[in-house]
């Protein structure tokens, strides 16, 4: 595959699809919508550009963890292999669509924030972006149920805690690895 790998940063346009494949493997669809900002030369003022709409695939795990993460409106950087696929629409007409093969999806935090919760290895722990529903910003939080896949209560990234009598941060050594 000599798909080249790019970063989007856009908008989810719709709530994630989970589907499941006649093997019974999980994946998801999903659109993003990234519109820049241009400047009027003349007027000096700044307006939204022409949009580009990709659709995402994502499977496995992460589409799991996806599905039950992003909903429409955030705003995530997307990491993938884009790919091009010609079609007939409905009133046939030709056109082409832009796909991006998920390998790695976050939430952007230039206007939001978030504390990311670990899935467990069997999927989705009850972590992830809370889906607001009440106009809320959107958060990434750890749920009921942990989220870190561990019986006993882990930190949230960032948080210090005590190892064996040593203060650890985040779960990472103090050693640089550099």
Same mark, same amino acid.
């Given at each position: 595959?000599?798909?080249?790998?790019?970063?989007?940063?856009?908008?989810?346009?719709?709530?994630?699809?989970?589907?499941?494949? !006649?093997?019974?493997?999980?994946?998801?669809?999903?659109?993003?919508?990234?519109?820049?900002?241009?400047?009027?030369? *003349?007027?000096?003022?700044?307006?939204?550009?022409?949009?580009?709409?990709?659709?995402?695939?994502?499977?496995?795990?992460?589409?799991?963890?996806?599905?039950?993460?992003?909903?429409?409106?955030?705003?995530?950087?997307? *990491?993938?292999?884009?790919?091009?696929?010609?079609?007939?629409?409905?009133?046939?007409?030709?056109?082409?669509?832009?796909?991006?093969?998920?390998?790695?999806?976050?939430?952007?935090?230039?206007?939001?924030?978030?504390?990311?919760?670990?899935?467990?290895?069997?999927?989705?722990?009850?972590?992830?972006?809370?889906?607001?529903?009440?106009?809320?910003?959107?958060?990434?939080? *750890?749920?009921?149920?942990?989220?870190?896949?561990?019986?006993?209560? !882990?930190?949230?990234?960032?948080?210090?805690?005590?190892?064996?009598?040593? !203060?650890?941060?985040?779960?990472?050594?103090?050693?640089?690895?550099?």
């Amino acid at each position: 595959m000599n798909e080249p790998i790019i970063t989007i940063i856009g908008n989810v346009v719709a709530d994630p699809e989970p589907r499941v494949s !006649q093997a019974g493997k999980p994946w998801v669809t999903f659109r993003i919508a990234s519109t820049p900002r241009v400047r009027d030369r *003349q007027s000096g003022d700044w307006a939204d550009g022409e949009p580009l709409w990709v659709g995402c695939r994502a499977y496995g795990e992460q589409a799991d963890n996806i599905a039950s993460t992003l909903a429409k409106g955030m705003r995530v950087i997307v *990491q993938g292999r884009l790919t091009q696929r010609a079609y007939t629409d409905s009133q046939g007409q030709d056109r082409t669509s832009l796909d991006l093969e998920v390998e790695e999806v976050g939430p952007s935090l230039r206007f939001a924030t978030a504390s990311v919760a670990r899935a467990g290895s069997g999927g989705p722990a009850g972590g992830g972006w809370e889906k607001p529903g009440n106009g809320a910003a959107p958060s990434y939080g *750890q749920t009921e149920g942990g989220g870190y896949g561990a019986a006993q209560s !882990q930190p949230a990234w960032g948080e210090s805690a005590v190892v064996e009598g040593q !203060q650890s941060f985040g779960g990472f050594d103090d050693e640089q690895p550099f």
